[in-house]
């Protein structure tokens, strides 16, 4: 996020720019200086009292002071001293302070000695369960130390952790936030995207050797070490910003030495595979070797549309290079006789390639895909919508490379419309209106690089669409295939990935594999028929059902981003900036309606009396003349204790509530500031809430 800042168009004319970022700033520094908040009170979660003193090392190859001043000064402001600062200088010490203080120590090592083999036997004789490796000038916000404390004993798993961070303007301002996802093997492998906020267990790098000459990549070869030793569920991410980088880097990332560690890594593990520098900026591609004795089922279902039929047909027998492959169309009672004559004819043009079954039940989209593979012969299996268009030659190769990897259960593409702008780079669990999933940066250019350069790097999501996603057919039979009951017409495929995720296999996006994609056209007429408008929220209701937590919390993605916009935006939509993680005060969340009257008297000024003397957490959604109904999946996400309404009776407010009482796990508070369905005479709103008021209430209160 080069920038943070959001444009608006107001009108026709007016253009207001809204730093999201500096608000959410705010929002949260508040948050952290009122006392009566658990974040200023952050205890262990256990009896147990773990004191993980924490060693931070600098490199000091610099004369200015101020830089190290800064580090220093963001220490000593911690809210814990569980710290110990070591200076590794080129030159002598300034100060005496680093001769008389215990938390401070300046560490001359002589010029003809390993400066690395130096530090390694000082971590060992330093007593810390925690190093940190930061760059000169490099800023801890002043609850770092506490987080590391509380998170490295909630998960006495992790041995490396990451968090997010930002960086300070030449005015000391913070910018530029990078809100990072939790592990993910394949970004790993295409970025150092873990940055330089990172913390590694003493014990687990003494094991591994310690530290190794590797200048400037030194975390990322620690991260890909500790993958190796203990597995992706040893590395763990905070999802806060904790580290705030110095206006000048001083330690920039040296590309060419992380390419040098990356091939190291992937030798060791034995990945037959050719690492090289990508065309973005400190990122790489690693190209893994095919097989191409595998065979390929290409299923495409149809029903009329033929111009965008035939161009996807034409462009898959044109383009595609890959050896063995075979086409099945799914024909669901095309009535065009276009459709049916060109049916046909592709059958005796691309006999030894493609054959035609029928479909003659109802429109199911997951009952024609599963009614295809009974018939497929390939070892792999591409589902391709009928609407899509090849671009390259070698597109099997790029998604079959990572699906015979091992663990690597569905491969997703790069798909464009054809004005060229994105619409699909990886779905986000939990984004959209409907809080099920949608694509990151949808409606950008096709050249977008998105945050942290995320639109043009292979990594792992949670989902990907179905408009073309390879899968093995042997995880594909054993995961079920496509639910044809819950999700006959929309979701299938996101259900079908996270089935595949459930058995610990990934799900991987590849920018290397670009499709056209028109849309769903055949969808969104599904979408304009009423009559199956009920079939639509029942899939609806029946993923929320079934997926809820992971809709709420995808790893892939960051609790601080927001669920409403597709451009990895900091969420300030909610109001909500509690910790969903500490446990130690009810969390009660409330719809106020307004800021005077009832809604003051009524509901702000209770929970704000009850918060202040800290017996709850609270957050207030916004007024009613300003709200955006939080979607189930963002009430899940920041986990009320209790939800607060006050006169929830009218159709638009009652359509969420319900919602929340039918999938959200809250205790649900109903008010009402009068008997609403038989108001006074007089009364401001007497003729102007509808006639079946009595009614609307009774359902507000149903259980």
């Not at 030449?170 to 995207?193: E, H």
Request: net charge negative; glycine share 6%.
């Amino acid at each position: 996020m080069d920038t943070v800042t959001s444009t608006r168009l107001v009108g026709a004319k007016e253009v207001l720019k809204i730093d999201y970022y500096n608000e959410w700033q705010a929002q949260r520094d508040l948050y952290k200086l009122n006392d009566s908040q658990p974040f200023s009170q952050m205890q262990p979660i256990s009896d147990k009292t773990v004191h993980a003193d924490i060693l931070v090392l600098i490199f000091f190859e610099s004369e200015d002071l101020s830089l190290l001043a800064d580090t220093i000064d963001s220490l000593s402001a911690q809210t814990v001293s569980n710290w110990h600062l070591m200076v590794i200088p080129s030159v002598v010490s300034p100060d005496k302070v680093f001769d008389e203080l215990d938390s401070l120590t300046w560490l001359e090592i002589h010029e003809t000695h390993n400066p690395y083999e130096s530090i390694n036997k000082c971590i060992q004789g330093s007593g810390c369960s925690w190093v940190c490796l930061v760059e000169l000038g490099g800023v801890f916000d002043s609850y770092c130390m506490a987080s590391i404390e509380f998170y490295a004993e909630k998960n006495e798993g992790w041995s490396f952790i990451y968090t997010d961070e930002d960086q300070l303007d030449g005015n000391n301002q913070r910018i530029s936030p990078k809100f990072k996802p939790d592990f993910n093997l394949d970004l790993l492998r295409s970025s150092p995207y873990i940055g330089d906020f990172c913390f590694i267990k003493t014990q687990v790098l003494s094991e591994l050797g310690g530290f190794y000459a590797m200048p400037n990549v030194e975390n990322y070869d620690l991260a890909l070490q500790v993958l190796e030793y203990s597995g992706d569920q040893a590395i763990g991410h905070i999802a806060d910003v904790l580290g705030h980088r110095p206006y000048q880097p001083v330690r920039e990332f040296d590309t060419e030495l992380g390419l040098q560690v990356l091939t190291n890594h992937l030798q060791r593990v034995g990945a037959d595979a050719v690492a090289t520098r990508s065309g973005v900026e400190n990122s790489f591609c690693v190209n893994y070797k095919v097989d191409t004795a595998s065979k390929i089922s290409i299923i495409i279902s149809v029903k009329d549309q033929l111009p965008v039929l035939k161009a996807c047909i034409t462009s898959v027998f044109d383009s595609t290079s890959y050896p063995d492959y075979e086409v099945i169309i799914v024909d669901n009672q095309s009535k065009e006789e276009g459709t049916k004559e060109y049916l046909l004819e592709i059958q005796i043009l691309y006999a030894d390639k493609l054959k035609v079954i029928e479909y003659k039940g109802s429109y199911n989209k997951a009952a024609i895909i599963n009614a295809a593979v009974k018939q497929a012969s390939g070892e792999y299996l591409v589902l391709l919508n009928h609407d899509t268009m090849v671009l390259q030659a070698e597109w099997l190769h790029g998604m079959l490379m990572h699906a015979q990897r091992k663990k690597v259960g569905v491969v997703g593409v790069k798909l464009v419309y054809p004005n060229k702008t994105l619409q699909h780079t990886g779905l986000i669990l939990g984004l959209g209106e409907d809080g099920i999933a949608a694509s990151a940066f949808s409606g950008k250019s096709m050249d977008e690089k998105g945050e942290m350069n995320r639109a043009m790097l292979v990594q792992d999501f949670s989902a990907v669409s179905g408009a073309c996603l390879m899968i093995s057919k042997a995880l594909y039979q054993d995961v079920g295939g496509l639910n044809e009951k819950d999700f006959a017409l929309i979701y299938s495929d996101i259900d079908l990935c996270l089935k595949v995720k459930a058995l610990d296999y990934k799900v991987l996006w590849t920018p290397y594999v670009t499709l056209i994609h028109h849309g769903d056209s055949l969808l969104e007429k599904c979408k304009q028929d009423k009559q199956l408008e009920p079939q639509f929220e029942r899939n609806k209701a029946a993923m929320l059902a079934k997926w809820l937590p992971q809709l709420s919390n995808d790893p892939s993605y960051n609790k601080n981003l927001s669920l409403k916009t597709t451009d990895f935006q900091v969420d300030n939509s909610l109001n909500c900036i509690w910790n969903a993680d500490f446990k130690d005060k009810p969390k009660v969340y409330a719809f106020p309606g307004d800021s005077s009257g009832v809604g003051q008297y009524r509901v702000r000024g209770p929970l704000a009396a009850l918060t202040n003397a800290g017996q709850i957490e609270s957050s207030l959604a916004n007024n009613f003349d300003e709200i955006v109904y939080p979607t189930v999946t963002e009430i899940e996400r920041i986990k009320p204790d209790i939800l607060v309404s006050q006169n929830f009776f009218l159709d638009h407010m009652l359509t969420p509530w319900k919602q929340y009482r039918q999938f959200n796990n809250a205790f649900m508070i109903s008010g009402l500031d009068d008997l609403v369905y038989m108001l006074p005479q007089y009364h401001p709103k007497q003729g102007k809430w509808p006639s079946n008021t009595r009614r609307k209430v009774k359902e507000l209160f149903q259980n």
